[in-house]
């Protein structure tokens, strides 16, 4: 493997484990607390693109579900989370956090994405309370961190509702 790559390889390991502690401690949305920064990141913006795709690409295959990168459409994002949330409670043994994490990617990069390309913003790296992970800063300069919350809606079910998570970010 090239320099290049293991460096690539590496920065995504890295910012993965800050991820799951940051969705470990539950947080998802921020009003650009004292200890909060963001750095924008590019690569974070190209990963979340094609993360992105494969949700659209899934949601078709598995629930017959069309994303079309609308705000309506995170509804059905809704919808699709609650039927990947209703397995995740009747499934035993659970799958481990990678595994819920491959679609918490996925979902949260489609919801990230929409919200950038009807609103914009850009993709980065939040660091608060001494984490770091990818997310992404509105125009007003608050930021969100859609990878987080869908793990959550996965796991923790309605109480992480993503359409309401939404809606309260378009009211920001």
Not at 83 to 108: C, I, L, R, W
Not at 112 to 125: A, L
Request: hydrophobic letters at 40%; aromatic letters at 12%.
């Amino acid at each position: 493997m090239g320099i290049l790559l293991k460096t690539i390889v590496k920065r995504f390991l890295l910012v993965l484990i800050a991820l799951m502690a940051c969705v470990r401690g539950g947080v998802a949305l921020a009003e650009t607390p004292s200890d909060q920064s963001f750095s924008p990141d590019p690569k974070i913006q190209k990963i979340a693109e094609a993360y992105s795709l494969d949700a659209v690409d899934f949601s078709a295959k598995q629930f017959g579900i069309k994303l079309d990168w609308s705000d309506a459409s995170i509804a059905n994002v809704e919808k699709a989370l609650a039927q990947m949330s209703s397995s995740y409670v009747s499934t035993s043994p659970k799958p481990t956090d990678e595994q819920v994490m491959s679609f918490a990617k996925a979902y949260g990069s489609y919801v990230g994405e929409v919200y950038r390309r009807n609103h914009g913003g850009e993709w980065g790296m939040v660091t608060l309370g001494g984490s770091r992970f990818p997310g992404l800063r509105t125009t007003s300069g608050s930021s969100f961190w859609p990878w987080g919350r869908v793990f959550n809606r996965i796991t923790k079910g309605t109480e992480d509702n993503i359409a309401d998570y939404y809606a309260a970010l378009l009211k920001r």
